[in-house]
């Protein structure tokens, strides 16, 4: 197998080049998804694996837990061509392959890092099978120094190959939020770093076939700091938006408007249920911090803000149902968003309070949650006291009022999580409304 961390741009510089060379995808999550199609567009041969025999056996007939049917069909398309292969046994898909792209993130257990275990053990997988000249990019979002030690170590330990010498090692990290929005690897930004000069400019140069916008980082500790300190500022602004939307409703204000008049259209400043977004990577910066004798004050607060907006939610609910003059209590709500641990924090809360709720997965799938979907929106809509709104999807922008209108209990609520109407508009449509940083009456 050719060395590729004596790699050159020209040996990568066409389709049919790129085909010459193996790529293993370790983790076929969202992120793993992502570079698969990215690595098989420039050419290159993949092999799909992943520690949890489910997702390889559901991969093997094009299907994921959450990708949209776009992404399904180029699957099953790769699939059926031969360009990409799917195997349960990681090591056997690192044996065969000349670049291992490791997207498995250390899973925190509140402000702990509980999920290096399973890391450690996937790198002692891929050390076992790894073979001089090839490189690895760990590519999840890591705490700081975690890659030069954990991957770097165990993998050397395993392989009894020596990092530099006999294989490269890089890192070059996408964001859970990055990779919920994109639809190509193409559209992305890929910041790499890499342990020692010629891996960094091999990575460099794979990541160069798949983006057009790579940035190098000439430190691997710094560009673990940078991404979290990247998330630091998501969770800052989001807890900020917050803050500013439960601040308006209690001012009988309506927070949207204001931003209107700020000329603000950024949806980083949108108020949001959604408080599991860089959860994990917001306890690897936290526990970052801790090794550090530091504590982020900030940083901390806004993940507890942004975490408790899901109580916040269910009180709006209750308040308007209150106003049509019923309680949670045998309420029926029907709940229409994404399959996300905020939805299914929502609905518990709900449920313990005496509600009934259907839910309505408007989003791809992910079945990871031990979430019951209603699969008709009008079966879940119909006989509800309330419905509630969790994302700015486009589906549910198209929404019938007047349809589903019909479909209710009267009097019945929308409850607005994620400004997706105008307070106005569905009030028109005879509903009740409440919303996150709406004021209480249409104005």
Do not use: W
């Amino acid at each position: 197998m050719p060395n590729i961390l004596h790699l050159k741009p020209d040996a990568l510089d066409t389709v049919e080049k790129c085909s010459k060379y193996t790529v293993a995808v370790v983790g076929c999550g969202r992120k793993g998804i992502l570079f698969a199609s990215g690595f098989a567009d420039a050419g290159f041969q993949i092999v799909c694996t992943d520690a949890d025999p489910s997702v390889t056996k559901k991969l093997t007939k094009g299907k994921t837990f959450f990708t949209d049917q776009e992404m399904e069909t180029r699957l099953k398309s790769l699939i059926t061509t031969g360009q990409l292969t799917v195997s349960s046994d990681i090591k056997k898909a690192v044996s065969k392959s000349d670049i291992v792209i490791v997207t498995v993130q250390p899973k925190s257990n509140d402000k702990k890092n509980g999920g290096a275990p399973e890391v450690n053990s996937i790198c002692k997988q891929v050390g076992e099978a790894l073979h001089s000249g090839a490189l690895v990019i760990y590519s999840d979002v890591a705490s700081y120094g975690f890659t030069e030690s954990t991957i770097k170590e165990t993998i050397e330990n395993t392989s009894g190959l020596k990092t530099g010498a006999d294989f490269g090692l890089a890192y070059a990290p996408i964001h859970d939020s990055d990779a919920d929005n994109a639809k190509k690897l193409s559209n992305l930004e890929l910041k790499v770093a890499a342990v020692g000069k010629d891996a960094l400019e091999a990575a460099a140069t794979t990541l160069n076939t798949v983006s057009k916008h790579v940035k190098q980082i000439n430190n691997v500790k710094k560009a673990e700091l940078a991404t979290l300190f990247n998330v630091a500022k998501q969770n800052v602004n989001m807890a900020l938006a917050n803050e500013l939307a439960v601040f308006c409703e209690n001012l009988n204000m309506d927070y949207f408007e204001i931003l209107q008049a700020l000329e603000v259209s950024d949806p980083a400043f949108y108020p949001t249920l959604l408080g599991e977004t860089n959860k994990n990577e917001s306890y690897l910066l936290l526990e970052s911090a801790e090794n550090a004798n530091t504590k982020l004050r900030l940083p901390a607060l806004a993940r507890q803000i942004n975490e408790e907006m899901v109580k916040h939610a269910v009180n709006l609910t209750q308040d308007g149902l209150r106003g049509c003059g019923k309680t949670l209590r045998r309420a029926r709500i029907a709940v229409l968003g994404a399959a996300t641990e905020s939805t299914a924090g929502y609905i518990k809360l709900l449920e313990l309070k005496g509600a009934k709720v259907n839910f309505f997965n408007m989003s791809a799938k992910n079945e990871a949650l031990d979430l019951t979907a209603k699969t008709n929106l009008n079966e879940a809509i119909e006989g509800a006291d309330g419905i509630t709104l969790l994302t700015r999807d486009g589906q549910l922008q198209n929404l019938n009022l007047k349809k589903i209108k019909a479909l209710t209990k009267t009097p019945s609520v929308i409850v607005d999580l994620a400004g997706v109407f105008e307070p106005v508009k569905v009030e028109a449509e005879g509903f009740a409304y409440r919303g996150l940083g709406r004021s209480q009456t249409a104005q």
